[in-house]
Each structure stands twice: as C-alpha cells, then as structure tokens.
C-alpha cells in the first residue's frame, strides 16, 4: 500500500496525487472523469470510466466435440452465478441436440436468464434481470415461505399417505434453487464491483451474510425433498401411525425452529436468536426418539425413518446456524 499525503489548494480544496503507474494501466489522461465511492468504513474507492460505464461481461463456452451434458450444465450454472451478463455457446458445425437441451433446462430455472441470439453453430443467452433491482430481503422472505410450505406439506403427505403431494415437494425445490442462484449471483456481482454494490445499497458484509442466509434455506430445502421421497417409501412400507405421529412432532418443532430463526434475521431480534439455539435440544431429544422407535421396524423401514429424523434434526441444526449469524452480525 502507497501513503500519499493530502495536500489543501485554494484554502478547502483537498488535493492528493495518483499513482503514475496505475494512471498509466488504465490509459488515464488528462480531464478524463473518475468515479468516487464513499464506503461506509471510511475508505474511499476511486474508479475509471470502464468501470461505470461498462458493467457487461461475456462468457463463452466451445462445445465442440464430445461435450459431457451434465458437466456443461454445471459449467454454465456457475457462469450464471459468477455474474456473467452473456453466455455463448459455440460449436464448430451443427450443435448437438444435447447441447440445446441443457440450455432450455438452464433458462427454464435460472431467473432473468433468455435466448438473446440462436443459430445452428451457437447460442447466445443473456441476463435481462438489474441485479440491484432485486432485493435480498425479498428473496430471502421467498424462501421462507417456500421452504416452511415444503416441510409442512411432507408431513402432512406422510400423515395422509398422499403421495401426489410429496412429488409436488420434490418438484418445488426447483423454485428454491432459482432464488439461491439469484441471491449467490447478486452477491458475486457486488464483490467484483463496487458500483453494483453501491447500487444495492447495502454494505458488503450484510450481503455476505444474506447470501449465508439464502445457501442455509437452500440447504433446508434439500432435507424437505430427503423427507418426502423417505416418506413416499415408507407410505409404501405401511409404516405404523406411532411413528408417524412422532415424526409429525419433531418435524413441527424444525417448522418453529426455522420460522423464529428467519424472524430473528429480519427483525435482528437478539432474545429469539439465543432462544432458537436453546430450543434445538428439545428437538435433538424428539430425533433420538424417532430413531429409537426405528429400530423397531425392518430394515428398509428402519432406513428411512431414521434418514427423515436425520433431516428433520438438521433442519434445527441450520436454524441454529442462521440464529448464530444473527447474533455474530450484530456484534459490530
């Protein structure tokens, strides 16, 4: 790090001088604008033009040859993330039909993301979402609502033996994968960019940890889908109503445990935070419970209740993580 002192020209004007190398790097002359962005913490960041003025970013993908569809999928997935504006995928002759079947499924999820250009040789997609038009805190409360709806619809299916509901849970993880992608993607986009950051208006540290917040729901998510594939099995099995019951209760309590840990985040409630951490042990109490009574059963029955009250345990565990974030946030 340089020190440069600060100098006063005409009585109230402060004047410091630029690195010439870095001027230099950036073809900097003389009139030519930069941008100022004061930081909550005291810094001041200055940028050039190409900064503002150009936020745009490419990213292209050569799938000619033998292309693995899953590990494209992937590829393009994490593109999307990273913040890419363009994604383009190019083939030297006619694109495989696998190719433009990863790429349907990609706009069909990831939000803001269309087909800009398409040909036989190449696809262009393009993000026509501002990412500063949209709010973490709106994302965020989306998830909730979705993840507690997904866990209380898998117990009540396992409840009633409905086993179309339970497919519609599986099938609505989609929706939460949408939302986790958006907010890690609006986060990545205001690590790299200080303007896109300002945009948002919010420091960097609160949206580091709504994208903690989005990747802890997302994990939520998963131990709903784990719960109702499990329960369509034992639906199957004929699993007996005691078991039944104490599922219904420990998966009631996670349902609490998460509900007050989200509130806890939004209404940065220090008391419900430190009360949804104590409360965790009565949960972990009702799984040993749950698997107590596992042992009970065969072993195909067995697995399965005992994987439900593995997920419904850690979905206390996670809203014990996110109560914990709020208290670590709010010791500054």
């Given at each position: 790090m340089e020190i440069r002192k600060v100098q006063v020209t005409g009585g109230s004007s402060f004047v410091i001088t630029l690195p010439k190398e870095w001027a230099k790097s950036i073809d900097l002359k003389k009139n030519d604008p930069l941008g100022l962005i004061p930081r909550p913490d005291g810094s001041l960041i200055i940028t050039p033009p190409s900064r503002w003025e150009n936020t745009s970013s490419n990213k292209v993908f050569d799938v000619t040859g033998e292309e693995d569809p899953v590990f494209l999928y992937r590829k393009m997935v994490g593109a999307y993330i990273a913040g890419f504006s363009f994604i383009e995928v190019r083939s030297k002759g006619r694109m495989p039909s696998s190719v433009r079947e990863v790429v349907s499924t990609l706009t069909q999820i990831a939000i803001g993301l269309e087909i800009l250009e398409e040909s036989d040789e190449h696809i262009i997609l393009k993000d026509l979402i501002d990412p500063t038009e949209m709010k973490f805190n709106k994302s965020v409360d989306r998830m909730r609502v979705l993840v507690r709806n997904m866990?209380?619809?898998?117990?009540?299916?396992?409840?009633?033996?409905?086993?179309?509901?339970?497919?519609?849970?599986?099938?609505?993880?989609?929706?939460?994968?949408?939302?986790?992608?958006?907010?890690?993607?609006?986060?990545?986009?205001?690590?790299?960019?200080?303007?896109?950051?300002?945009?948002?208006?919010?420091?960097?540290?609160?949206?580091?940890?709504?994208?903690?917040?989005?990747?802890?729901?997302?994990?939520?998510?998963?131990?709903?889908?784990?719960?109702?594939?499990?329960?369509?099995?034992?639906?199957?099995?004929?699993?007996?109503?005691?078991?039944?019951?104490?599922?219904?209760?420990?998966?009631?309590?996670?349902?609490?445990?998460?509900?007050?840990?989200?509130?806890?985040?939004?209404?940065?409630?220090?008391?419900?935070?430190?009360?949804?951490?104590?409360?965790?042990?009565?949960?972990?109490?009702?799984?040993?419970?749950?698997?107590?009574?596992?042992?009970?059963?065969?072993?195909?029955?067995?697995?399965?209740?005992?994987?439900?009250?593995?997920?419904?345990?850690?979905?206390?565990?996670?809203?014990?993580?996110?109560?914990?974030?709020v208290i670590n946030t709010m010791m500054d």
């Open positions: 866990l209380s619809d898998s117990l009540q299916a396992l409840e009633e033996g409905d086993r179309e509901l339970l497919q519609d849970v599986i099938d609505r993880d989609r929706d939460i994968d949408r939302l986790e992608w958006l907010i890690s993607r609006q986060s990545n986009m205001a690590q790299r960019d200080s303007i896109v950051s300002r945009k948002i208006g919010m420091p960097q540290m609160e949206i580091t940890a709504n994208f903690t917040v989005g990747r802890i729901l997302e994990r939520v998510g998963d131990h709903a889908v784990h719960i109702a594939k499990n329960s369509t099995q034992l639906i199957e099995m004929g699993v007996t109503s005691d078991v039944v019951a104490e599922i219904r209760r420990g998966g009631n309590m996670a349902i609490g445990l998460l509900s007050s840990a989200v509130d806890s985040w939004f209404n940065r409630d220090l008391e419900l935070a430190n009360e949804t951490i104590n409360k965790v042990r009565e949960l972990v109490t009702i799984c040993r419970e749950i698997n107590r009574m596992a042992q009970q059963h065969d072993v195909e029955e067995s697995i399965s209740i005992s994987l439900i009250a593995g997920s419904i345990r850690r979905t206390g565990e996670y809203s014990t993580d996110l109560a914990e974030l």
